[in-house]
């Protein structure tokens, strides 16, 4: 088992930047790639960003291309997402999630999830 916990989420004028962090305890954290997820009200949950379990491969969704910036630490168990620029569409739940297999692009393969946390940008 993995456990999951996202913190640093909160509220934001549009342009500004917060980094969301996801704390990981259980199994051993390297053993796993890291996606990071958002859902908005009314909206299915969407992917963000990946990262491998040694950092080397990275993907991010268009909408967060060159805004946001997946990392982790793997000393200290926590994957970070860094969002800059950020935009009232930006507005949900983000959520974090640990896979060992499958594809990154399949929300079906991430085995453990977080709670989520907050996000809110005014405008």
Aim: aromatic share 12%.
């Amino acid at each position: 088992q993995v456990q999951l916990v996202e913190s640093g989420g909160g509220l934001v004028q549009a342009g500004g930047s917060l980094r969301v962090s996801c704390a990981a305890s259980g199994r051993t954290f390297s053993n796993y790639a890291m996606g990071w997820f958002r859902q908005a009200p009314g909206k299915e949950r969407e992917f963000l960003a990946h990262i491998s379990w040694n950092g080397l491969n990275i993907v991010y969704a268009d909408s967060v291309k060159g805004r946001f910036t997946i990392s982790r630490d793997n000393a200290k168990n926590t994957v970070y997402l860094q969002m800059n620029s950020l935009k009232p569409e930006d507005t949900a739940v983000y959520y974090c999630a640990a896979r060992h297999g499958g594809s990154w692009s399949a929300m079906s393969s991430y085995d453990y999830w977080g709670q989520g946390t907050q996000v809110t940008v005014s405008s």
